[in-house]
């Protein structure tokens, strides 16, 4: 079955310092979608990418998806505490008839103010 | 717009026993999931609905665990009985689409089995 491999899983970092957190697939991806976890809390919604190489901007929050539609990371420029959460990336797979998102480990992001 | 809706929020049982979690979907979303969260990891799909209909139970355990969505609108879980390794934060979510569409995930179950 696809596996979704996430890196790294942990990622302390102090206020104002950037923050990249990767996504690998072991198959090509229709799309990739990110999700945020903050702690004690559910899986939020943050964006799908589609388009091979494409490139999406959230304030502060950059997604990229690569070439081969295989990879994509997520990059937050002067991290904040409101940063603070688990990240995860889901790609949808064909099973059983139908597609399922399959979530990697996700990154716990620590930002030390 | 509601949100997906999930009680209980918290459950605490003793091993062997039996339990039952409820999801209400948003209005609309034709697909329904059950996922659980162990402590670290990320959401593990248990079962999947279109409308009132399986389309993917392939992780769930069977011998315990059970779901139904019987009018395509609300759904639960159900395990029974329980283990240890239940222990688990079960996420309920819906989609309009299966797969390629957003998720939209409740806020959760947190079960305990002592």
């Known amino acids: 079955g696809q596996q979704v491999m996430q890196i790294p899983q942990y990622q302390h970092v102090q206020e104002g310092e950037d923050f990249t957190t990767y996504c690998n697939s072991s198959?090509?991806?229709?799309?990739i979608q990110w999700y945020k976890q903050r702690p004690g809390g559910h899986p939020v919604f943050l964006i799908q990418?589609?388009?091979?190489?494409e490139v999406k901007k959230q304030k502060r929050l950059t997604f990229q998806f690569g070439e081969a539609k295989k990879n994509s990371s997520l990059h937050i420029t002067a991290t904040q505490t409101t940063d603070v959460g688990t990240y995860f990336c889901?790609?949808?797979?064909?099973?059983?008839?139908?597609?399922?998102?399959?979530f990697g480990k996700g990154t716990k992001l620590s930002v030390i103010p | 717009e509601a949100g997906v809706a999930q009680s209980p929020r918290y459950k605490i049982i003793e091993k062997r026993q039996s339990v039952a979690f409820w999801c209400n979907p948003i209005?609309?979303?034709?697909?329904l999931y059950w996922y659980q969260q162990i402590l670290g990891q990320g959401p593990k799909l248990l079962i999947q609905?279109?409308?009132?209909?399986?389309?993917?139970d392939s992780q769930l355990p069977k011998d315990r665990f059970s779901a139904e969505r019987l009018k395509g609108v609300d759904s639960t879980l159900k395990i029974q009985p329980a283990k240890l390794e239940d222990s688990a934060v079960y996420l309920c979510?819906?989609?309009?689409?299966?797969?390629?569409?957003?998720?939209?995930f409740g806020p959760g179950t947190r079960l305990l089995v002592l």
């Open positions: 979510a819906s989609s309009l689409e299966p797969g390629r569409e957003t998720q939209y």
């Open positions: 198959t090509t991806l229709s799309n």
């Open positions: 609905f279109q409308n009132n209909g399986v389309v993917d």
């Open positions: 889901a790609g949808p797979y064909s099973g059983a008839g139908s597609y399922q998102l399959t």
């Open positions: 990418l589609v388009k091979s190489g």
């Open positions: 209005s609309g979303h034709a697909t």
